[in-house]
């Protein structure tokens, strides 16, 4: 497939990098020949420097003979006039990110396909909704469901109270049906386990199981489950704003921030949400506003380091649940060994919904994974697929892949070596980058 990623930034460098491993032809093009100097040298990819908007510089980068164009520039005015140009040229399916909500509904949505812009990809709802769904389950730090909730999947940080500490998996100890391991980040690598690997405490584990079965997991976690309804937000941002948006309506919501104009602005579109002007690095002021009283903590300003230094400061006065948004893709590792709560990255998610694009449509649905360089992939099984042929313990899969569970007729059940992959299944498979499309193959 030939895709032509127009953007240097950090998404277009993470899909730039990302795909350029899986023997795709890639075209990055930017003004920036100095963003793009070490992609050259290290990535198998070409280079176009150019202007996004010039249709010199597109027919350089051969649009006519595209599959897939993706405009994610910081500016969104250039990327949706790259992705008409594109579709104008040639190119077969077009794909834009924008910073404005109303480009996503209709009639303006509508308006944009019929120029030739295919897919538009707003980062804020996809940060917003994580927000929301981590909210909701207070003691995990990410979630995901597939197929209405029949198959769950929970991270959790594991502390020295669990019950399944320094098992090792030969032992049979996780061979049972409530769930399943698929994954453990440990000092910043993540492991796919086999028989003689154990879980150790502050292993970020990931696990995945049928609908039900979570209690348990919080159980032997050693977690402790809590009920989320007083918020305090810090940040006016767009992001906020779709999470207040996107709360169940008996959540009590304030939202702190030192500019004037974007609290007024705010406090008359989220109604009942409290908006209050002020600093939210001012924790006098954050305590007379009840921080000590709530139950959550969010902080999505526009600067990394002011959201994780203000989580920190609400985890020391007591609060259990913090989510921070980072925007530098290679702050995560870092940001998560101060153990601040739960990491959001808008760039990671869109990242992730735009390389769905790419596979074929037999993966529904693919999320890429905060806490790990890995992708949990949903796949549907047609009659004929390789991977219906034997049971999963002989297939010899790739190796960095895991097959979590399927979800059958409604139905989700984890899954073991013995266990038969039938024609009509949702199988959700959770693998290692690197590895997404070799096990696409089964499929």
Known sequence: ??????????????????????????????????????????????????????????????????????????????????????????????????????????????????????????????????IVKSLQRSWMREYRSFGNDALQLACVKVRSNATFLDKPFMTGYFDHKPYRVVAIKRNNKTIIPKGADQIQTNDIVYFICPNGSLDIICQEAGKEAFDIRRIMIMGCSRIAIKTVYSLPKDFSVKVIDNDREKCYKMATQLQPAMVIHGDGRDLELLREEGLEECDAFVAVTNNSETNVMACMAAKRHGIKKTIAEVENLDYLDLVESLDIGTIINKKLIAGGRIYQMTLDEDALDVQSLTYSDAEVVEFVVKPGDKITSKRIRDLHLPDNVNIGGIVRDGNGFVVNGSTVVLPGDHVVVFCKADSVRKIAKFF
């Open 1 to 130: 497939m030939r895709i032509i990623i127009a953007g240097a930034g950090e998404v277009g460098r993470y899909l730039a990098k990302r795909l350029s491993t899986e023997e795709q032809e890639i075209v990055l093009v930017d003004e920036s020949s100095e963003r793009m100097s070490d992609l050259d040298m290290r990535y198998d990819l070409d280079i176009v420097v150019g202007s996004p908007t010039s249709p010199k510089a597109l027919m350089e980068c051969d649009v006519p003979n595209c599959e897939l164009f993706i405009a994610v520039t910081p500016e969104e005015s250039i990327n949706t006039t790259a992705a008409i140009l594109a579709k104008n040229l040639g190119a077969k399916k077009t794909v834009a990110r924008v910073n404005n909500y109303e480009f996503i509904l209709s009639p303006s949505k509508d308006v944009f396909h019929r120029l030739g812009v295919d897919t538009i990809i707003y980062p804020e709802t996809l940060a917003a909704l994580e």
